[in-house]
């Protein structure tokens, strides 16, 4: 268990309305990632953090934003949210420890976009 | 960059029989490569890891995997399927060195269907 918490699991919004997701983690591991599922594209990398108040983009980063104001917490906004970014969106952890390139995924979170 | 192939998007197989998932990479160098599975509802679970020690890598619940570099393939095998084994299988590789922030390049996946 990496200790990683997603908040909401669950969330319907309507278009063009803002939206944050929250990942939470309790090991202050340095590296965090958002990626986004969808079926027939498998899980692909939205923005990534190494460090607080450092981020990247992925390679599906266009509407979406990220803050990382300390290094439990990894925030995911879609400022006007839109149907194509209904999907199940993943918060990940690199555990340096265990190896090179090691990840550890949190429960997910389930955004409908009517 | 790098990126994955998984054959075969569903791979049915009868309980008690061999499973073998196929997976295919493309890297400009030495990669890391991961398998996750995921259980209806769930996260993603590391099954098992390729990071240049040994080209015979297991896993957890009796899973294995081959890095044939000649081959750029990791296929993930079991030799006998249990029902609890049906669950979508995500093959996947680590950018660069595998060090610093970057993230996982996943394949599509691979829905396996037991049958019983």
């Known amino acids: 268990d990496a200790g990683i918490t997603q908040s909401p699991r669950h969330k319907v919004t309507e278009t063009g309305t803002p939206v944050t997701l929250r990942c939470h983690q309790t090991?202050?591991?340095?590296?965090m990632y958002w990626y986004r599922q969808d079926p027939g594209h498998g899980l692909r990398l939205i923005h990534y953090?190494?460090?607080?108040?450092?981020?990247d983009k992925g390679e599906v980063s266009d509407g979406y934003s990220v803050s990382r104001s300390k290094t439990e917490d990894f925030l995911l906004t879609l400022e006007s949210a839109t149907s194509s970014q209904t999907s199940v969106y993943f918060c990940?952890?690199?555990?340096?420890?265990?190896?090179?390139?090691?990840?550890?995924f949190g429960p997910g979170t389930r955004l409908t976009v009517t | 960059a790098q990126s994955v192939t998984q054959l075969g998007s569903h791979v049915s197989v009868s309980e008690g029989a061999l499973v073998l998932l196929r997976c295919n990479y493309s890297?400009?160098?030495?990669?890391?490569l991961f398998w996750y599975v995921q259980y209806p509802n769930q996260g993603l679970q590391l099954l098992l890891k390729?990071?240049?020690?040994?080209?015979l890598v297991k896993g957890i619940n009796g899973f294995e995997a081959e890095f044939k570099k000649s081959e750029t393939s990791f296929h993930l095998t079991k030799p006998s399927a249990h029902m609890s084994d049906a669950a979508e299988y995500f093959c996947?590789?680590?950018?660069?060195?595998?060090?610093?922030?970057?993230?996982?390049?996943f394949g599509k996946g691979t829905h396996l269907i037991i049958q019983p």
């Open positions: 890297s400009s160098v030495p990669p890391y």
């Open positions: 990940a952890i690199k555990d340096v420890a265990g190896g090179p390139g090691e990840q550890y």
């Open positions: 090991e202050n591991h340095r590296y």
């Open positions: 996947a590789v680590s950018g660069l060195s595998g060090g610093g922030a970057d993230g996982l390049t």
């Open positions: 953090s190494y460090g607080v108040k450092d981020t």
């Open positions: 390729y990071t240049s020690a040994a080209t």
